[in-house]
């Protein structure tokens, strides 16, 4: 009992130092405080490092916060950081900035290189700067007090990003643990840095895609299978002008849900075509199915393409070809008509000579001249208007464009009881334009306009066409003004009459083509064509053509 008291009480003295000297007792403390202190400031670096550097915060701020937090514990008045990029040792920051010799961006030269020899070695190297030594980075070192240098290859999955540079304008001696300490941080900071380099390739990739996906001149949305926007570019906002996220596509494109083109992704697995009409435009939709890794469709991009300009041009070129081809036929008829048309008219004024007006022949001999001379006025009309030639813009007249037309189809009109009231201004201005294509939307506006009577029962079916000069925004416009007492146009198909292939017209009688190809020579002008229609009343189509 009394030994195990003894033991005791040694143990005690052991652990209080009462057998050694205070001073030796406060010194160990001392020491073995600033162990820990500096094992703990250590731990606090290696952390701050994993933590603190994120993608927000760049190498140079890194090395500021770590170095303050070095100087605390070690000897250090410089840190540099090299990165290996393409087999060259490029110098990218340095800490404190004062301390700079060579300039950020430095490619170091491999030739009696102290930092070349560390990177190859692939192992810490503590370094003294000596005079006699023929390394190139002894100048830097000595033109900024630099005494010695811890050089830490930067190392990830065995292969070498970088050099970290250490230096003290102090002969320092690092032990096992310091050196440890110092392998743990460079592995620390090879592990951010290639972090960081992975995490900006994602993020260039993904701004090279996100600047891609915001200038497609198309319309783009990214949706879920509900429907709802989750993404959408540039064009479509221009389109729309309102912010469209989480609107639900089928809204937007006022498209029946049922209907959807998303419903039909995931049913079909496959990208769906279709074509519609919104705001007086005919848009062309592709809907693409999304695929995640367990193959399943999770969301469908829309691509819609505006496509009506493209349509307005094909539309023209139809009717060119239709013109080019009435043009032809109408070259050959005049050709075959001409010489037995002359004869008839020749023979029939010789004969009016010769008869007295009292007779009961000369008013028949009189028919058969007019009707030949109208027959000559409608080939030479005709001829006129489906010329083939290059359409130049030159001074043309509004009026003679509309006789033109008249000429053509107003006999045709007036046999269907429908009666044509002219109302030509001709005082008004000569516009720059091409009379043939100014005639074809002449042409287009009649046919309407008579199409719209035949469906009516009217006791007094009228067409008014009417020239005049008005002065709107300060500026000089001819109206021509083709106005009916027809059936009229539903509000609701005023938004998309002038849209390529609509029509209201019974099956087989219009292409729906009309319209669009008018509208498009109007604003080939500089013009446009405005309508007013109330239905059971009839419509009024105004074309509006800048004056010269």
Sequence with gaps: ?????????????????????????????????????????????????????????????????????????????????????????????????????????????????????????????????????????????????????????????????????????????????????????????AVCIENARLYNEVLKSEKEWEETFRAVSEMIFVVDLEGNILKYNDAAKEFFSLDLLKTNICQLLAIDPKESPIIENVEMKKPVHRQFHIQQRVCELHAYPVWNEQQKIYASIIYINDITEKLQIEAQLVQSGKLAAIGEMAAGIAHELNNPLTAILGNAQLLLRSIEKDNRSYKLLQDIYLC????????????????????????????????????????????????????????????????????????????????????????????????????????????????????GIAEQHLQEIFNPFFTTKRPGKGTGLGLSVSLGIAEAHGGTIEVVSEPGKGSEFRLKLPVQ
Excluded at 72 to 84: A, G, K, P, V
Excluded at 94 to 110: I, Q, S, T
Excluded at 126 to 155: A, R, W
Aim: contains cysteine; aromatic residues 8%; glycine residues 4%.
């Design 1 to 189: 009992m009394v030994e195990e008291m003894r033991e005791k009480q040694q143990m005690i003295n052991l652990l209080t130092g009462v057998q050694s000297s205070k001073k030796s007792y406060y010194t160990e403390l001392k020491k073995m405080v600033n162990e820990l202190k500096k094992k703990n400031m250590q731990l606090e670096i290696i952390n701050d490092i994993t933590k603190s550097f994120n993608i927000d915060m760049s190498i140079d701020d890194m090395l500021r916060n770590t170095f303050d937090k070095l100087k605390e514990i070690f000897y250090i008045d410089r840190i540099s950081l090299l990165l290996y990029e393409q087999e060259q040792l490029v110098l990218t920051n340095v800490y404190p900035e004062h301390d700079l010799y060579f300039p950020v961006g430095f490619v170091l030269p491999r030739g009696n290189s102290l930092y070349w020899k560390a990177i190859q070695s692939l192992e810490k190297t503590f370094h003294q700067v000596q005079d006699e030594q023929t390394f190139i980075e002894n100048k830097v070192y000595q033109s900024l007090g630099i005494c010695s240098l811890l050089l830490i290859p930067l190392m990830r999955k065995a292969r070498v990003i970088g050099l970290l540079s250490i230096g003290s304008k102090e002969m320092v001696v690092y032990d096992e643990s310091d050196l440890s300490f110092f392998q743990q941080f460079g592995d620390q900071l």
């Design 372 to 487: 030949g001379k109208r027959c000559k006025t409608i080939i030479q009309n005709l001829l006129t208007f489906s010329r083939q030639d290059e359409y130049v813009f030159e001074e043309c007249s509004v009026n003679e464009a509309v006789e033109q037309v008249l000429g053509l189809i107003g006999d045709q009109i007036h046999k269907q009881n429908i009666f044509i009231q002219k109302k030509l201004d001709h005082s008004v201005e000569l516009i720059e334009g091409n009379i043939q294509q100014i005639g074809q939307i002449i042409l287009n506006l009649l046919i309407n306009a008579k199409d719209a009577l035949e469906e009516v029962e009217n006791e007094r079916k009228i067409i008014v066409v009417e020239t005049k000069q008005v002065i709107e925004n300060e500026k000089q416009w001819v109206t021509l003004c083709v106005k009916d007492n027809g059936k």
